[in-house]
């Protein structure tokens, strides 16, 4: 007989995110039930936690594991109890590496093509290159953002920490500049000669909203950032690249959101050109920092991000 209770971390009636039994959920119409393997840790993780703080709620996004049940309505041969499942799953990869491939590189494939839209593509990379800043591109997203701009033919040009210089340029950032300089947004607007029109960015605050803006061209440009906030000048765009949206569900936690049957089809678009892309190219995942004691580490995890240990 299957389990009717499984483990999860959740938050409690002190805040804080314990271990606790919940009951195993029912896949519906269309889903599937995965017994998670690995799970990543994402900067949404901890800021739903520390500012949200819903007792009962379970923490985390990202997942790997295998397929237990297949709800109603699923088609024929699409998935099979037994296989592996995420985002995407990369051949006989380790599990670690597949549990990331779901929020981050799909929001930088909102990021890129629902922001901007018409942009080349890996799959149909352009031969004319343009330039495109990537506003800290050593953050989880920003990483998969830097090669995908890149494999798309674009000149990529990304900020971060000396420290990550060489992992950003490794991932194939032609300019990298230190976003702790204050004259980073001249030196920018220097090297692309006062063109830049697209910008990616995924720390999402007045200084780095501040700093793209004056980078960007004169006229303006358009800028995908990962939390909205209201264009900083004349001219520039800004437009929201939240990965959550694309799931089909609505949900009032951490934020209010109604699902948008567009943002649906789109998540199930994205999803396929996710597969796509990693089909077809070398995609390097984020760097990892393994905890061993699974759900039990989860406080401990989202401690390290809050505590700002992950370096950008």
């Given amino acids: 007989m299957a389990p009717t209770k499984m483990n999860a971390a959740v938050i409690n009636t002190d805040g ?12 519906g119409p269309g889903e599937i039930l995965v017994k998670v393997s690995a799970a990543a840790q994402n900067p949404i993780d901890w800021k739903t936690f520390t500012f949200g703080k819903r007792v009962g709620a379970v923490v985390g996004c990202d997942y790997t594991g295998v397929i237990e049940k297949i709800g109603p309505d699923v088609p024929a041969g699409q998935w099979k109890v037994g296989e592996r ?5 990369q051949g006989s990869g380790p599990v670690e590496d597949a549990a990331h491939l779901g929020a981050a590189p799909l929001t930088a494939i909102r990021a890129l093509w629902q922001s901007y839209g018409g942009l080349p593509t890996p799959l149909e990379p352009t031969s004319t290159s343009f330039p495109i800043l990537v506003y800290g591109a050593s ?5 998969y953002v830097v090669q995908f701009a890149k494999l798309s033919g674009l000149h990529v040009i990304a900020t971060t920490s000396p420290k990550n210089f060489d992992l950003i340029k490794s991932l194939g950032a032609d300019e990298v500049f230190d976003y702790h300089d204050p004259e980073v947004a001249k030196k920018i607007k220097a090297s692309t000669g006062g063109n830049l029109k697209y910008a990616v960015d995924n720390i999402s605050d ?14 303006g440009g358009k800028v995908a950032s990962l939390l909205d906030y209201e ?19 609505s949900f009032d936690f951490p934020f209010s959101y109604t699902e948008d049957l567009h943002l649906t089809l789109l998540g199930k678009k994205y999803t396929k050109f996710l597969e796509e892309i990693l089909a077809k190219h070398d ?17 401990e995890g989202l401690q390290f991000m809050a505590d700002g240990k992950v370096g950008f």
């Fill in 283 to 299: 995609i390097n995942p984020n760097p990892l920092l393994v905890y061993p004691n699974g759900l039990a580490s989860v406080a």
């Fill in 85 to 89: 499942a995420s985002g995407f799953v």
């Fill in 231 to 249: 264009a900083p000048r004349p001219g520039v765009t800004v437009s929201s690249a939240v990965a959550c949206h694309l799931l089909g569900k």
């Fill in 16 to 27: 804080n995110v314990v271990v606790r039994k919940i009951d195993v959920p029912e896949p």
């Fill in 206 to 219: 007045k200084g780095s909203s501040q700093i793209i803006s004056e980078a960007l061209s004169d006229e």
């Fill in 139 to 143: 953050t989880s997203v920003g990483q």
